[in-house]
Protein backbone atom coordinates (compact mmCIF):
# COMPACT_ATOMS: atom_id res chain seq x y z
CA UNK A 1 0.00 0.00 0.00
CA UNK A 2 1.40 3.71 -0.86
CA UNK A 3 1.86 5.62 2.23
CA UNK A 4 1.00 8.96 0.59
CA UNK A 5 -0.65 9.25 -2.40
CA UNK A 6 -1.90 12.38 -4.40
CA UNK A 7 -3.95 12.75 -7.26
CA UNK A 8 -3.64 13.18 -10.37
CA UNK A 9 -0.34 12.68 -11.14
CA UNK A 10 -0.07 15.61 -14.00
CA UNK A 11 -2.51 18.16 -14.42
CA UNK A 12 -2.74 19.86 -18.01
CA UNK A 13 -5.52 23.30 -17.41
CA UNK A 14 -5.77 26.29 -18.90
CA UNK A 15 -5.82 29.87 -17.47
CA UNK A 16 -8.51 30.87 -15.10
CA UNK A 17 -9.77 26.93 -14.07
CA UNK A 18 -9.99 26.28 -10.75
CA UNK A 19 -8.66 22.54 -10.11
CA UNK A 20 -7.88 20.02 -7.12
CA UNK A 21 -4.79 18.06 -6.25
CA UNK A 22 -6.38 15.04 -3.39
CA UNK A 23 -3.57 13.88 -1.14
CA UNK A 24 -4.68 10.49 1.64
CA UNK A 25 -1.64 9.39 3.76
CA UNK A 26 -2.61 5.48 5.60
CA UNK A 27 0.78 5.99 7.92
CA UNK A 28 -1.77 7.40 10.60
CA UNK A 29 0.00 10.87 10.98
CA UNK A 30 -1.05 13.61 12.78
CA UNK A 31 -0.06 16.41 10.50
CA UNK A 32 -0.09 17.34 6.47
CA UNK A 33 1.65 19.04 4.12
CA UNK A 34 1.74 20.86 0.91
CA UNK A 35 4.89 22.01 -0.41
CA UNK A 36 5.64 23.71 -4.27
CA UNK A 37 8.41 22.55 -6.36
CA UNK A 38 9.27 25.40 -8.53
CA UNK A 39 10.90 25.01 -12.01
CA UNK A 40 14.48 25.59 -10.48
CA UNK A 41 13.76 22.56 -8.45
CA UNK A 42 13.52 24.30 -5.21
CA UNK A 43 10.85 23.26 -2.79
CA UNK A 44 9.03 25.64 -0.82
CA UNK A 45 6.35 24.88 2.40
CA UNK A 46 2.83 26.33 1.12
CA UNK A 47 0.56 24.91 4.14
CA UNK A 48 0.58 22.63 7.08
CA UNK A 49 -1.95 21.41 8.95
CA UNK A 50 -2.86 19.09 12.03
CA UNK A 51 -6.27 18.86 14.04
CA UNK A 52 -4.94 21.89 15.99
CA UNK A 53 -3.51 24.72 13.53
CA UNK A 54 -3.27 25.26 9.80
CA UNK A 55 -0.29 27.19 9.19
CA UNK A 56 0.24 29.15 6.10
CA UNK A 57 3.25 30.44 4.04
CA UNK A 58 2.24 33.95 4.43
CA UNK A 59 3.96 33.84 0.46
CA UNK A 60 1.21 31.58 -0.86
CA UNK A 61 -2.00 33.48 -2.72
CA UNK A 62 -5.17 33.04 -1.21
CA UNK A 63 -6.31 31.76 -4.29
CA UNK A 64 -4.95 28.67 -2.60
CA UNK A 65 -6.81 26.39 0.03
CA UNK A 66 -6.07 23.54 1.73
CA UNK A 67 -9.46 21.40 2.71
CA UNK A 68 -9.32 18.41 5.77
CA UNK A 69 -12.65 16.52 5.25
CA UNK A 70 -10.56 14.13 7.72
CA UNK A 71 -7.09 13.32 9.47
CA UNK A 72 -5.82 11.08 6.23
CA UNK A 73 -6.74 13.39 3.80
CA UNK A 74 -5.87 17.06 3.06
CA UNK A 75 -6.12 18.62 -0.39
CA UNK A 76 -5.69 21.70 -2.00
CA UNK A 77 -8.07 23.74 -3.67
CA UNK A 78 -6.30 26.32 -6.45
CA UNK A 79 -8.95 29.11 -8.35
CA UNK A 80 -8.37 31.25 -11.25
CA UNK A 81 -5.20 29.08 -12.52
CA UNK A 82 -2.17 31.61 -13.53
CA UNK A 83 0.63 30.39 -15.40
CA UNK A 84 3.29 31.16 -12.30
CA UNK A 85 1.60 28.22 -10.76
CA UNK A 86 2.81 26.01 -13.26
CA UNK A 87 4.98 23.32 -11.00
CA UNK A 88 5.34 20.32 -8.97
CA UNK A 89 3.11 20.52 -5.80
CA UNK A 90 4.05 17.68 -3.14
CA UNK A 91 1.89 16.44 -0.43
CA UNK A 92 3.43 15.29 2.78
CA UNK A 93 2.73 13.52 6.51
CA UNK A 94 4.40 13.35 9.43
CA UNK A 95 4.36 12.63 12.90
CA UNK A 96 4.65 15.99 14.74
CA UNK A 97 5.88 14.15 17.95
CA UNK A 98 7.72 11.11 18.54
CA UNK A 99 11.10 9.98 17.74
CA UNK A 100 10.64 9.53 13.96
CA UNK A 101 9.68 13.09 12.62
CA UNK A 102 10.85 12.89 8.88
CA UNK A 103 7.79 13.45 6.31
CA UNK A 104 6.63 10.65 3.91
CA UNK A 105 5.64 12.13 0.47
CA UNK A 106 3.62 11.87 -2.28
CA UNK A 107 4.83 11.42 -5.92
CA UNK A 108 4.07 14.26 -6.92
CA UNK A 109 1.45 16.09 -9.26
CA UNK A 110 2.79 18.26 -12.15
CA UNK A 111 0.61 21.03 -12.85
CA UNK A 112 1.41 22.67 -16.34
CA UNK A 113 -0.81 25.95 -17.03
CA UNK A 114 -1.40 27.11 -20.59
CA UNK B 1 13.53 32.81 10.21
CA UNK B 2 15.58 29.27 9.37
CA UNK B 3 17.34 28.71 6.57
CA UNK B 4 19.63 26.21 4.95
CA UNK B 5 22.18 26.65 2.31
CA UNK B 6 23.72 24.19 0.28
CA UNK B 7 26.75 25.89 -1.97
CA UNK B 8 26.86 23.03 -4.89
CA UNK B 9 24.44 23.01 -7.28
CA UNK B 10 26.65 20.83 -8.79
CA UNK B 11 28.82 17.59 -7.97
CA UNK B 12 29.76 14.89 -10.16
CA UNK B 13 31.90 11.62 -8.57
CA UNK B 14 33.26 8.52 -10.27
CA UNK B 15 31.39 5.48 -9.69
CA UNK B 16 33.00 3.56 -6.17
CA UNK B 17 34.31 7.06 -5.38
CA UNK B 18 33.59 9.33 -2.34
CA UNK B 19 31.71 12.13 -2.44
CA UNK B 20 30.79 14.80 0.36
CA UNK B 21 27.68 17.31 0.03
CA UNK B 22 27.37 20.36 1.80
CA UNK B 23 24.91 21.95 3.85
CA UNK B 24 25.08 24.62 6.61
CA UNK B 25 21.76 26.36 8.31
CA UNK B 26 21.26 28.95 10.64
CA UNK B 27 18.59 28.07 13.57
CA UNK B 28 17.95 29.81 16.63
CA UNK B 29 16.33 26.81 18.21
CA UNK B 30 17.87 24.04 20.41
CA UNK B 31 15.31 21.34 19.40
CA UNK B 32 15.86 20.56 15.61
CA UNK B 33 15.62 17.43 12.54
CA UNK B 34 17.88 17.73 9.69
CA UNK B 35 17.26 15.44 7.15
CA UNK B 36 18.88 14.72 3.47
CA UNK B 37 16.29 13.69 0.86
CA UNK B 38 16.93 12.36 -2.38
CA UNK B 39 15.54 12.84 -5.71
CA UNK B 40 15.98 10.86 -8.46
CA UNK B 41 14.67 11.93 -12.20
CA UNK B 42 11.13 10.10 -10.98
CA UNK B 43 10.39 13.02 -8.66
CA UNK B 44 9.98 11.03 -5.71
CA UNK B 45 11.22 12.51 -2.50
CA UNK B 46 13.20 9.51 -0.76
CA UNK B 47 14.66 10.33 2.81
CA UNK B 48 18.36 9.18 2.81
CA UNK B 49 19.14 10.02 6.72
CA UNK B 50 18.01 11.75 9.53
CA UNK B 51 19.92 13.23 12.24
CA UNK B 52 18.34 14.90 15.99
CA UNK B 53 20.30 17.70 16.98
CA UNK B 54 20.13 16.63 20.77
CA UNK B 55 22.63 13.34 19.62
CA UNK B 56 25.92 14.17 19.25
CA UNK B 57 26.89 11.24 17.66
CA UNK B 58 26.74 11.07 13.83
CA UNK B 59 23.79 9.30 11.64
CA UNK B 60 24.79 6.62 9.51
CA UNK B 61 22.58 4.58 6.55
CA UNK B 62 24.73 1.60 4.83
CA UNK B 63 27.28 4.09 2.54
CA UNK B 64 25.12 7.12 3.57
CA UNK B 65 27.26 9.49 6.76
CA UNK B 66 26.71 12.89 8.16
CA UNK B 67 29.12 14.97 9.82
CA UNK B 68 26.73 16.96 12.25
CA UNK B 69 28.82 20.02 13.87
CA UNK B 70 26.30 21.76 15.78
CA UNK B 71 28.28 24.73 16.55
CA UNK B 72 29.17 25.67 13.23
CA UNK B 73 25.88 24.34 11.84
CA UNK B 74 26.73 22.21 9.10
CA UNK B 75 25.01 19.00 8.15
CA UNK B 76 27.47 17.78 5.26
CA UNK B 77 26.43 14.03 3.33
CA UNK B 78 28.97 11.69 2.67
CA UNK B 79 27.99 8.99 0.42
CA UNK B 80 31.10 5.95 0.18
CA UNK B 81 31.18 3.71 -2.94
CA UNK B 82 29.16 5.72 -5.09
CA UNK B 83 26.67 3.69 -7.48
CA UNK B 84 25.02 4.66 -10.55
CA UNK B 85 21.64 4.65 -8.80
CA UNK B 86 22.77 7.43 -6.66
CA UNK B 87 22.31 9.86 -9.20
CA UNK B 88 19.84 12.22 -7.99
CA UNK B 89 18.91 15.49 -6.46
CA UNK B 90 19.83 15.85 -3.07
CA UNK B 91 18.30 18.62 -0.88
CA UNK B 92 19.34 19.01 3.12
CA UNK B 93 16.38 20.22 5.08
CA UNK B 94 16.07 21.25 8.59
CA UNK B 95 13.07 21.30 10.48
CA UNK B 96 12.33 22.44 13.92
CA UNK B 97 11.40 19.91 16.89
CA UNK B 98 7.31 20.20 17.86
CA UNK B 99 5.08 22.40 15.79
CA UNK B 100 3.83 21.80 12.42
CA UNK B 101 5.87 23.85 10.40
CA UNK B 102 6.93 21.64 8.41
CA UNK B 103 9.98 21.09 6.33
CA UNK B 104 12.59 24.38 5.28
CA UNK B 105 14.74 22.71 2.55
CA UNK B 106 18.18 24.04 0.67
CA UNK B 107 18.50 24.83 -2.97
CA UNK B 108 19.65 21.40 -3.87
CA UNK B 109 22.89 19.37 -5.37
CA UNK B 110 22.48 17.88 -8.44
CA UNK B 111 24.85 14.86 -8.18
CA UNK B 112 26.37 13.07 -11.42
CA UNK B 113 28.07 9.65 -11.16
CA UNK B 114 30.49 9.19 -13.84
CA UNK B 115 30.90 5.49 -15.19
Known amino acids: DTAVSQTPKYLVTQMGNDKSIKCEQNLGHDTMYWYKQDSKKFLKIMFS???????INETVPNRFSPKSPDKAHLNLHINSLELGDSAVYFCASSQEQGIRAEAFFGQGTRLTVV | AQTVTQSQPEMSVQEAETVTLSCTYDTSESDYYLFWYKQPPSRQMILVIRQEAYKQQNATENRFSVNFQKAAKSFSLKISDSQLGDAAMYFCAYRRGGGADGLTFGKGTHLIIQP
Open chain 1, 49 to 55: YNNKELI
